[in-house]
């Protein structure tokens, strides 16, 4: 049998992990903290893992890769270089593990991302000898894009671009063009320098597309580091995590709360989190929540916003949506929330005064707002907030708008001028969660639910930043 490899995705931090297998054996790559879908690929495979492989100590995730490694028996592979407080199989440039007759994997250092990045060539035997099929690349070479290099400090980016030039010229030499690339970023992860996405890649393909085998080193450096943007504050801990050894999953029920437990809870200040779609919580949500919808990026930005570490309460329609919520969050580390309540808002309000609706219009509306004839029903606006990441905005913004992204948002409310706010984002998902901090912190807000791509077709005056 053919060397055969397959994704796990993980859609929601933008990232990708593998099994690859000969049929009999097989190895894991990158894999994220929740290893039992990994392991029921490989039952269902019937294929017993021997090898995980770890690319580069993480800073967007926590890994599963030592607790897979110990339930599975698995030889672990990790950068010899890389300080780290388990045992692990050290691996260095240049060396080869034969996994199989049929399967080998050779490392190949591939720094920029990381001092101590690793790539992993997977070799295939045939009749001639070894030949290469793919290549784990981790956040080195990725879909028409190369892994940011600033995530260690802003005081190495610049070097590290320089070595993740150097090492993809370093992929492109060694392998032939029709090696596949198997990137564990870039799939709208905050890893990568920029977002692009294919179905799948080849050495050859990126010669062609990716702009890191095209450019001079000095070009490349200066287009790559002038391109980044804000990466969310839980970064900070995953490397830390992930060095140490995370511990195992605890997918286990959160205690229930009640509706008087969440009173107190919101009374002190603490997160309560509505994972209801945005527009359920528009409708009706109990007041002093959250919104960060289980159909968005919910880990990511929940991630990004609190103070880590602060307790979390999550309420959703049903049980099975709390134990989704629970594996995006022990991802990025966040392994036990405080507590749950299932249902609807109005089992969650021991006082029906505690229900809450947000205003909702579009850009059409406030086109027609600007213009003085403000729709039915809505206030009038006073400020227009846009709380889009920085290279959103100034690729093109409305006029007169302020702009504070929504992860600086919890701690500038201040900076919000005085009025009625009618905020947006992209698409609406950001929007919603700033709406309800707004409102949580005592503003009338008027939520834009609506595509910022329509919003001059809709008439609202917009411009660039140069």
């Given amino acids: 049998m053919a060397v055969q490899v397959s994704v796990v995705e993980t859609s929601s931090l933008g990232d990708r992990s593998y099994l690859a297998t000969d049929g009999r054996v097989a190895v894991v790559v990158d894999p994220q903290r929740d290893v039992d879908r990994v392991l029921a690929l490989a039952g269902e495979l019937g294929v017993r893992v021997t090898h995980v492989l770890e690319t580069h100590i993480h800073n967007d995730y926590v890994s599963g890769g030592l607790q897979l490694a110990r339930l599975t028996g698995a030889e672990y592979l990790v950068a010899a270089d890389d300080q780290v407080s388990f045992d692990r199989m050290a691996v260095a440039d240049g060396d080869a593990v034969v996994v199989s007759e049929r399967l080998?994997?050779?490392?190949?250092?591939?720094?920029?991302?990381?001092?101590?990045?690793?790539?992993?060539?997977?070799?295939?035997?045939?009749?001639?000898?070894?030949?290469?099929?793919?290549?784990?690349?981790?956040?080195?070479?990725?879909?028409?894009?190369?892994?940011?290099?600033?995530?260690?400090?802003?005081?190495?980016?610049?070097?590290?671009?320089?070595?993740?030039?150097?090492?993809?010229?370093?992929?492109?030499?060694?392998?032939?063009?029709?090696?596949?690339?198997?990137?564990?970023?870039?799939?709208?992860?905050?890893?990568?320098?920029?977002?692009?996405d294919a179905p799948g890649s080849t050495i050859g393909r990126e010669r062609e597309a990716n702009p890191v085998l095209r450019l001079t080193a000095e070009d490349f450096v200066t287009e790559a580091l002038a391109g980044l943007g804000a990466y969310p504050a839980y970064y900070a801990h995953m490397g830390v995590t992930n060095s140490a050894g995370p511990a195992p999953v605890d997918l286990s029920p959160v205690p229930p709360v009640d509706a008087a437990g969440l009173r107190e809870r919101i009374a002190a200040g603490e997160w309560v989190v509505d994972l209801r779609q945005r527009k359920a919580y528009a409708a009706c949500h109990l007041a002093g929540t959250v919104s960060l919808g289980l159909d968005g990026p919910m880990s990511t930005w929940l991630g990004w916003l609190i103070d880590w570490g602060a307790p979390i309460t999550l309420l959703a329609r049903s049980p099975e949506q709390i134990t989704e919520a629970q594996r995006e969050l022990v991802r990025i580390g966040i392994d036990r929330p405080a507590g749950r309540a299932t249902g609807d808002p109005d089992g969650w309000a021991d006082d029906p005064a505690r229900l809450r609706e947000l205003a909702v219009a579009d850009f059409a509306a406030l086109a027609a707002a600007q213009a003085g004839e403000t729709p039915a029903g809505l206030p009038a606006p006073q400020v227009?907030?846009?709380?889009?990441?920085?290279?959103?905005?100034?690729?093109?913004?409305?006029?007169?708008?302020?702009h504070i992204p929504l992860a600086d948002l919890p701690g500038r409310l201040d900076a919000v001028p005085p009025g009625v706010v009618w905020v947006h984002c992209a698409s609406g998902y950001r929007a919603t969660t700033a709406a309800s901090l707004l409102a949580n912190a005592g503003r009338e807000v008027v939520l834009i639910d609506d595509e910022f791509a329509l919003a001059e077709q809709a008439g609202v005056p917009t411009s660039r930043t140069a």
Avoid: K, M
């Fill in 104 to 196: 080998r994997i050779r490392v190949v250092a591939t720094p920029g991302h990381t001092f101590h990045h690793l790539a992993y060539v997977v070799d295939e035997a045939g009749d001639d000898g070894w030949s290469p099929v793919g290549v784990f690349t981790g956040g080195s070479l990725l879909f028409g894009t190369t892994g940011r290099t600033d995530l260690l400090g802003q005081q190495h980016a610049h070097a590290l671009a320089h070595h993740q030039h150097t090492s993809a010229r370093r992929l492109a030499d060694l392998l032939p063009d029709g090696t596949q690339v198997w990137p564990t970023h870039g799939f709208g992860s905050f890893c990568s320098a920029s977002q692009t």
């Fill in 384 to 402: 227009v907030l846009d709380v889009r990441l920085t290279n959103e905005w100034q690729a093109g913004h409305v006029d007169g708008a302020v």
